[in-house]
Structure formats: C-alpha cells, structure tokens
Nanobody, 114 residues
C-alpha cells in the first residue's frame, strides 16, 4: 500500500513562509510525477504545483506562481513545496498526490492570518 505523509503546515502571518514536505513509501518514487493540492475551507481541492520525474520539470497554479517552489529528493522519496509571501487565501489543507493516481496523503494544514 502506497503511503504519503505530509508535514510542515502551521500558523503564519501574511507575508510569511512555510516549507511543506511529503514522504512517500512503498512507491517507485523517482519514476513518478508528484503534485501538491490545496483545499480551502468550503471549496474544492485545487492543483497548486506539479513536478515531473527527472528532469523535474515544474508547473504552478497562477495563484502561487512566482511565490512557490516545488522540488524533490528522489533519494529520500520526498517532495517539497516551499510557500513564500503567503496570503490569507493560501489557508487550507495541503495534500500530496502521486500524479495520475488516487494515492493521497492525509494533508497538512496551513493557516495564514493577520
């Protein structure tokens, strides 16, 4: 059974930064596209960032472009999402996903408040 465990969420003021981590197990991680999603309270889950397998090409939602960075460490089976200059609309549970699969973690909560 594939397992994804997210961490790194927390409470932060607008303009602050967080780095989220997702550790995968029982997965051929280096061969997988990885994604981060966000689900704001009362809203649908939305794709935030994607990183391909090597050469690790990345893409971002317009809402985070220029303020976020997704990267991966295949040796550690971990994908990261660095969130910078956070805005209140970033509040929500952030989930890790293996691209084109139904493998999800339980999420890590980000709260951005004044």
């Amino acid at each position: 059974q594939v397992q994804l465990v997210e961490s790194g969420g927390g409470l932060v003021h607008p303009g602050g930064s967080l780095t989220l981590s997702c550790v995968a197990s029982r997965l051929a991680f280096s061969g997988c596209e990885m994604r981060w999603y966000r689900q704001a309270p009362g809203k649908e889950r939305e794709l935030v960032a994607t990183i391909s397998k090597r050469p690790s090409l990345s893409s971002y939602a317009d809402s985070v472009k220029g303020r976020s960075f997704i990267y991966r460490d295949d040796a550690e089976s971990t994908v990261y999402l660095q969130l910078n200059r956070l805005k209140p609309e970033a509040t929500g549970v952030h989930y890790c996903n293996v691209g084109n699969t139904n493998f999800w973690g339980l999420g890590t909560k980000v709260s951005v408040f004044s």
